[in-house]
Nanobody, 120 residues
Framework: QVQLAESGGGLVQAGGSLSVSCAASGSFGSVNRMGWYRQAPGKEREMVAL???????NYAGSASGRFTISRDNAKNTVYLQMNSLKPADTAVYYC??????????????WGQGTLDTVSP
């Protein structure tokens, strides 16, 4: 069983910064793509940033230039540094990972979500 444990985030004023991290744990072979999604109140979940196992990144337009995704493969951990935050960035941020199980199956795993609030 694979679990994603998120940490960080919280409350910040507009223009400030927050960082979140997510570590994969459990029994698995390797972690493939990792990423962050978010869901604002009354809206659908949307992709924020993705990073491949080799470090190739992909950002949503709203995150590009302000957010930075990175990962530490040795720790099976993905990070999201969020700068120049806006009230519109307020959402529950979810970690996501594609994991190759110990028997070679691809599994998609989600974290429990962390609420990040940006006040005006």
């Amino acid at each position: 069983q694979v679990q994603l444990a998120e940490s960080g985030g919280g409350l910040v004023q507009a223009g400030g910064s927050l960082s979140v991290s997510c570590a994969a744990s459990g029994s698995f072979g390797s972690v493939n793509r990792m990423g962050w999604y978010r869901q604002a109140p009354g809206k659908e979940r949307e992709m924020v940033a993705l990073i491949s196992a080799s470090g190739v990144t992909n950002y949503a337009g709203s995150a590009s230039g302000r957010f930075t995704i990175s990962r530490d493969n040795a720790k099976n951990t993905v990070y999201l540094q969020m700068n120049s935050l806006k009230p519109a960035d307020t959402a529950v941020y979810y970690c996501n990972a594609y994991v190759i199980s110990s028997i070679g199956r691809f599994l998609e795993v989600w974290g429990q979500g962390t609420l990040d609030t940006v006040s005006p």
